[in-house]
């Protein structure tokens, strides 16, 4: 028997959804964005809720029309790729860059603004302690920091919240003048920012965990569930969304409080300070350590076991080793460096989420699902990566012709073309897999 969510029950299921995506890392590219763009912060911020709030919804739309996540929405593409595509967003989100990540925002906000002269050395043994922690808790699966997450992510929301209260009521700087960066294209710049957040591949994970928690709760029928999720999805964007703007705005009136800023951290802690006094600096400091451990625990377990699904080697408790020990490693490289190793990765594989999504929206019209799929998504790979590859630095200039080049959205036209063809391709319904 279908059951039917009651409005306390879908407002717990936005909640979640929306606690789902807001790590604490994803708070200190806003500030920052914010705080380059100067004057052009309406359109650099445009361009990131794009990307950051506005992919991240879509795709948990596209998810409920699929009826799941990733390996539902992938269904026309070889398996192999299927799987290719989940090790490489579990890598993503998990060592190489989001869970490093969370032990080095902890660090950034939550000792180093007490750190009179911090050091190499201090962010190594901090990293070791953080991970090391990280790694004990795992090896439980985060039972108990489970229940913690679900306090500390209401309290991290009401101190954003009363932060971006304070902000619109009492700004404690001024609007610093535009970057160089945020000169020419503020809007793509600001497009561009928004991978950063790595939310559309982790939104293409979310959907089956979303749709699990329905059917835990008696949500049978196919069309409830993805009306339900779609519910979930826009409440998630909304909070999203509010958190974004006014972290925008607080880097853009932070001129005075910060001279200049290598991250988003720096600026939202020094604004707290302003704001609050050492007290709220305090504050602040405990949440957001506590919520990247939550977020860290959350994705070592989550890729340990996924990597134990994917090899039925080595035991979940030795996979938990392996994350926590290269999550250690990565984040000795520092914050400012691990977001700007990871742009080049990013600007190469987000293409291929958001053509995932297209083919799903797309996918209705097609005649030759299996052509279309395989096509528009090798044209969006081979298309970002040569945007990846110019966002590293390599001189791409052969590819000089194609429209957006100068701007590392290259792959947006050829894509787009590939999807007109894809819809216009046919083959025998007789080779054509299953629906659902």
């Known amino acids: 028997m279908n059951k039917s969510l009651s409005t306390f029950d879908i407002m717990g299921l936005g909640f979640m959804t929306f ?19 100067g004057e052009h912060l309406p359109s650099a911020m445009g361009g990131f809720l794009i990307t950051a709030v506005g992919l991240p919804l879509v795709t948990l739309v596209a998810a409920a029309m699929a009826g799941g996540g990733l390996p539902t929405m992938g ?5 192999v790729v299927v799987t290719i595509m989940a090790t490489a967003i579990f890598i993503i989100i998990g060592p190489a860059f989001a869970a490093p990540r969370t032990g080095l925002v902890a660090y950034e906000m939550g000792l180093k603004p007490f750190l009179v002269n911090p050091t190499q050395t201090t962010l190594t043994l901090y990293t070791i302690c953080f991970f090391g922690l990280v790694l004990l808790l795992s090896l439980n699966q985060g039972r108990l920091l489970d229940a913690v997450g679900k ?14 209260i304070a902000v619109f009521v009492n700004p404690q700087g001024t609007q610093p003048s535009v970057d160089e960066i945020y000169l020419a294209q503020p809007f793509v710049k600001g497009f561009l920012e928004g991978y950063n957040t790595m939310d559309t591949f982790a939104a293409l994970m979310f959907g089956m965990l979303i749709l699990d928690v329905l059917r835990q709760k008696g949500v049978t029928d196919k069309r409830a569930q993805s009306r339900y ?6 409440i998630a964007a909304a909070g999203l969304g509010f958190v974004y703007v006014s972290l925008f705005i607080l880097g853009g009136t932070s001129l005075g409080v ?21 007290p709220g600096l305090w504050i602040l400091a405990a949440i957001v350590t506590l919520a990247c451990l939550t977020t860290a625990v959350g994705l070592v377990s989550a890729c340990a076991d996924y990597f134990l699904r994917l090899t039925g080697k080595l035991g979940y408790r030795r996979w938990v080793v392996i994350m926590a020990a290269l999550c250690t490693l990565v984040a000795n490289v520092g914050l400012t460096t691990l977001i ?44 970002g990566l040569v945007d990846g590859l110019t966002a590293a630095g390599l001189d791409m200039s052969a590819f000089n012709f194609l429209p957006m080049f100068d701007i590392g959205m290259a792959w947006v036209l050829p894509t787009i073309v590939a999807s007109i063809i894809g819809l216009a391709l046919s083959t025998p319904k007789r080779n054509l897999p299953a629906h659902g």
Do not use: C, H, W
Request: aromatic content about 12%; charged content about 5%.
């Open 19 to 37: 606690a789902f995506f807001l790590g604490a890392g994803n708070i200190i590219f806003p500030p920052l964005a914010g705080f380059l763009a």
């Open 340 to 383: 700007s190793l990871s742009v080049p990765v990013l600007v190469a594989f987000y293409p291929v989420a958001i053509a995932l999504v297209l083919a799903t929206y797309l996918q209705p019209f097609m005649r030759s699902p299996v052509l279309a799929y395989r096509l528009i998504l090798a044209v969006a790979l081979v298309f």
């Open 75 to 79: 269904r026309y593409l070889p398996p």
């Open 151 to 164: 306090i500390l992510t209401p309290i991290l929301l009401l101190l954003l919240i009363g932060l971006a």
């Open 229 to 234: 999720l779609v519910i979930a999805a826009l």
């Open 258 to 278: 910060v001279e200049s800023a290598d991250n988003g951290g720096e600026i939202i802690s020094a604004y707290v300070l302003s704001l609050f006094g050492a």
